[in-house]
């Protein structure tokens, strides 16, 4: 009996360790690097970062992914914006003039990209999950992959004002505006808390799972790991 319940027990930490996997690495490379712009943060698909112009750093990533952030750090001149990564491991690199490079985008997706880039509205944050969801916010327009992820957002700028950015994973979104923010789905507590006391013009946030990633404008930054 004692043997069963030990193994029980064993089998529970490790389902637990499965829930709650640790980014370490993430706050490792955030504390060492202060100029940390922004993110891409995974429960099973590894973690990575930006920083200064074209610095990065990933662990367990996509080999496709981190090769191309190489390849863009290597340029010298490129200025790598953001980055995104999904759980299945489809992913985008934001870099240079409005440039693009990605790996298995919803097809509805790369074609709003490319009509973006088109109009030369300069695109400041692409979040995507692997339902289906996704948002592109520009400089001058707003767009997303259903009418109803449209009404949410377009109320949430009527009631809070100029959407800054979001993040949607697959099972919450968040939306941050000029005077405050809305979500649905489970979004950590201490991240709404956190953004409640945020004084600052917030231009990335990450969120998979419990973990969390935001920065501002002036250099402002928390994080939960």
Known sequence: ???VILLFVSFAMVLCMQAEPSHKFLEKQI???KNCKSVAITKKNGDA???GDCGWATTKCPVAFSRKLFELSEWGDTIIQDIHLSELGRWLILYGNNQVSSYLLYENLEEQIQRCQEKKDNITTVTFNDKGDWIVICENSLSASSDDLMDWLSEGCQKYGQLWTACVTDNAAIAIY????KYWGSIPEDLKNALRTCKSDVYTVKIAGNAW???CTNGYWRCHL
């Open 1 to 3: 009996m004692k043997k």
């Open 31 to 33: 504390g060492k690097h």
């Open 49 to 51: 970062l930006l920083y």
């Open 178 to 181: 000029e005077f405050g923010f």
């Open 213 to 215: 990633f935001f920065k």
